[in-house]
């Protein structure tokens, strides 16, 4: 049971635009910032949204972040076959902890 | 280039222990706050330790709490994680990931955002 709550899957087809929900508390992204990760089939995890809204050098800007009150989304416009992939959204919790949601394993229709 | 170089794991039976080292390279290690993260088979990522840059500071997951412990070598550039009274549901793919230069607030280090990951390093605890 992750403390941070993702759906497990999300689909769609090439050029839509899609998004995943991340639902925490006030000990985590009610009060810290919101992070996504990306993962590839067989690969290690890549930063993907860091601060609630800020993309690494060289993330499309395709890909988008929010935040409101204990609830974060990754949005994902112009979707491609390449996006596929697992999704996480992680936190710092004020009891001293890293914490991740579940993962989203998104299809490309 | 930043370069995580985890090693270390392998086959171990329960009740044993491991050593896994992360190599790093391409940055000022001793000024970045770093973590340790965990996937088990076919699972989600779980978040384990962290430490600050100094190594003054360490988190652990409440299931980690005791048996495991994080520690670093800055002169050597390299993280550690310790794995004592090894359980089969410590079975994971272990990868290490470089934090934000570490900053002190409120008496907290945060080690989020992880922004560099290694290739990971496997430990099967199995008898």
């Known amino acids: 049971q992750s403390v941070l709550t993702q759906p497990p899957s999300a689909s769609g087809t090439p050029g839509q635009r899609v998004t995943i929900s991340c639902s925490g508390s006030?000990?985590?992204?009610?009060?810290?910032?919101v992070n996504w990760y990306q993962q590839l089939p067989g690969t290690a995890p890549k930063l993907l949204i860091y601060?609630?809204?800020q993309r690494p050098s060289g993330v499309p800007d395709r890909f988008s972040g929010s935040k409101s009150g204990t609830s974060a989304s990754l949005a994902i416009s112009g979707l491609q076959s390449e996006d596929e992939a697992d999704y996480y959204c992680a936190a710092w919790d004020d009891n001293l902890k890293g914490v991740f949601g579940g993962g989203t394993k998104l299809t490309v229709l | 280039e930043v370069q995580l170089l985890e090693s270390g794991g392998g086959l171990v039976q329960p009740g044993g222990s491991l050593r896994l080292s992360c190599a790093a390279s391409?940055?000022?290690?001793?000024?970045?706050?770093m973590s340790w993260v965990r996937q088990a088979p076919g699972k989600g990522l779980e978040w384990v330790s962290a430490?600050?840059?100094?190594?003054?500071?360490?988190y652990y997951a409440d299931s980690v709490k005791g048996p495991f412990t994080i520690s670093r070598d800055n002169s050597k550039n390299t993280l550690y994680l310790q794995m004592n009274s090894l359980r089969t549901d410590d079975t994971a793919v272990y990868y290490c990931?470089?934090?934000?230069?570490?900053?002190?607030?409120?008496?907290?280090?945060?080690?989020?955002?992880?922004?560099?990951w290694g290739q990971g390093t496997t430990v099967t605890v199995s008898s």
């Open positions: 391409g940055f000022t290690f001793s000024s970045h706050a």
């Open positions: 006030s000990s985590n992204i009610g009060g810290n910032l």
């Open positions: 601060s609630n809204n």
């Open positions: 990931a470089k934090g934000p230069p570490s900053v002190t607030i409120f008496g907290v280090v945060i080690p989020l955002p992880m922004d560099v």
């Open positions: 430490i600050s840059g100094s190594g003054d500071y360490t």
